[in-house]
């Protein structure tokens, strides 16, 4: 399984970005669909996540200005960030957990993209 991430770029505070994960392979699913940050100096930090279920959990940071969600015909997932701040400005990375269909598990890390907000 592998993913990639798209849609980072430089943006003013107060603007918007959508990020997209797209997760390819043969015979796979997925369980649950994540989205990290990690700020220069900083750890990586879990910003949402959705699993199959629908379900969404989101740093207190960003409740209310970013949605998480998932296509599962496509097996993509997105990130909506609206209301942005500069300290909003990480690399932000897809991780995809799940397994395939010969029921080995898996848990892959997009490579990250870069998203910068200015002041």
């Known amino acids: 399984v592998q993913v990639v991430e798209s849609g980072g770029g430089l943006v003013q505070a107060g603007g918007s970005l959508r990020l997209s994960c797209e997760a390819s392979?043969?015979?796979?699913?997925?369980?649950?669909m994540g989205w990290y940050r990690q700020a220069p100096g900083k750890q990586r930090e879990l910003v949402a996540a959705?699993?199959?279920?629908?379900?969404?959990n989101y740093a207190d940071s960003v409740k209310g200005r970013f949605t998480i969600s998932r296509d599962n015909v496509k097996k993509t997932g997105y990130l909506q960030m609206n209301t942005l701040k500069p300290e909003d400005t990480a690399v932000y990375y897809c991780?995809?957990?799940?397994?395939?269909?010969w029921g080995q598990g898996y848990n892959v890390w997009g490579q990250g993209t870069q998203v910068t907000v200015s002041s």
């Open positions: 991780n995809v957990v799940g397994s395939t269909a």
């Open positions: 392979g043969s015979s796979f699913s997925i369980s649950l």
């Open positions: 959705v699993p199959k279920s629908g379900s969404t």
